[in-house]
């Protein structure tokens, strides 16, 4: 009974903040895809593959085991194509509790350049080290390997620019998770605009 309530629970905040990563546009179309791990440590709930994160709600999640096979999940509806890092990330880091994984476009377009975002404002200075992982195809297993690595050789980041993508962030609640990728991306949007104030004078 405690279980069940806890995943009634898990899967109303994992809609919410779904649909406000989407509304703060964080992410676009059917891009982004985000997961909790469920009581026990061994189950993970995740966004369906082809849903905006925008239209996500309690009956459209997927349970999925630390192999990113199907636990529970409503007919028609399958995991997100990135369950894999998104399992990989939980059984490297026990302390991880959600995965937030979003294409928002500030933190992006560093991605694409294969800059490092500059950290200007003081709650940014603990971004210190944001890993850029190289480029793959989305949602294939290349890519999973990449994040793979770099959370491996990264032990204490908790963001990671993926290459021509988006970000991944780490944390041990959904909010901790959300509110460092929306971090990431305000700090991004800073170090963007800041470059144009008094560059031509
Ligand atoms: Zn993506």
Redo the contacts with the bound molecule.
Sequence with gaps: MENHDALTSLKKSLSSVSRLAYQRGLTTGT???ISVRLPGGNLVLITASGVSLGETDETNLISVDLEGNLVEGSPGFRPSK?TPFHTLIYRIRPEVGAVV???PPFATAYAVRGLAIPLLTASSYGLEGIPLVDYAP?GSRELAEYVQAAVTNHPRARVFL?KN??LIALGPSLTAAYDLADLVEGTAKIGWLSSFIGANQ
């Design positions: 891009g982004g895809n990135e994984h979003v294409h989305a993926l993508h988006g």
